[in-house]
Structures are given as C-alpha cells and as structure tokens.
C-alpha cells in the first residue's frame, strides 16, 4: 500500500509564489520507476492533470500552466515537488500528486491534497 502525502499549499496573493511536495511511502514501492504527476481539482470541476514527469525526468505541463509551474522529484526522497510562479486566482485548487497510468488513471489511492488558494 503506497500513501501520497502532500503539503505547502497556502493562500497567497496574485503574482507570488509557492513550492508544494508530495512525499511517497509504502513498504516496497520503487519509487524511481514510476512516473509522477501533480493534479489539482477547482471547485465544482473534475481533477485534472497539472504536470507529469517520468523517470527518466522528462516533463509535461497543462497548457494553463506552462511556463509558471516547474515540477521534479528526488528519488533517494521519494518526493515530487511543484514549484509555482505567477501564481493566479484560476490556480485555486486543492492540489494531489499521484502515479499516472498511460490510460489516464492513477497508480495509488489519492491523499487528502494539500489547499492553494490565490487571491488579494
């Protein structure tokens, strides 16, 4: 059984920053052979997938997100992060990271998210 930890949202103005992490846990998970994704979910939407980055570190962004979001792992952690800029009141969300399977589901139960809220 693996366990998604995330942690680092907050609420921040239009403009700032934020770091977020989701930490992976589980009695034999090989961490570094599975892909990682950060997804977040709005208010009254579906949860969509924000970025995705592989084992071999290559990366894919949502187009709402690219340029501003950067995400990446450490493997000896088993921890992906998503670094945030230019943060806007769309990024509202609560923010989930998870494996992503090629059809689109996810490898892991969900962990609880962790909140960003942007907004003056």
């Known amino acids: 059984q693996v366990q998604l930890v995330e942690s680092g949202g907050a609420l921040v103005q239009p403009g700032g920053s934020l770091r977020l992490s989701c930490a992976a846990s589980?009695?034999?998970?090989?961490?570094?052979?599975?892909?990682m994704g950060w997804y977040r979910r709005a208010p009254g939407k579906q949860r969509d997938v924000v970025a995705t980055?592989?084992?071999?570190?290559?990366?894919t962004y949502a187009d709402s997100v690219k340029g501003r979001f950067t995400i990446s792992r450490d493997n000896a952690k088993k921890t992906v992060y998503l670094q945030m800029n230019d943060l806007k009141p769309e990024d509202t969300a609560v923010y989930y990271c998870?494996?992503?399977?090629?059809?689109?589901?996810?490898?892991?139960?969900w962990g609880q998210g962790t909140q960003v809220t942007v907004s003056s």
């Open positions: 998870n494996g992503p399977r090629a059809d689109g589901s996810a490898f892991w139960d």
């Open positions: 589980g009695s034999g998970l090989f961490f570094s052979a599975y892909p």
């Open positions: 980055i592989t084992r071999g570190l290559s990366t």
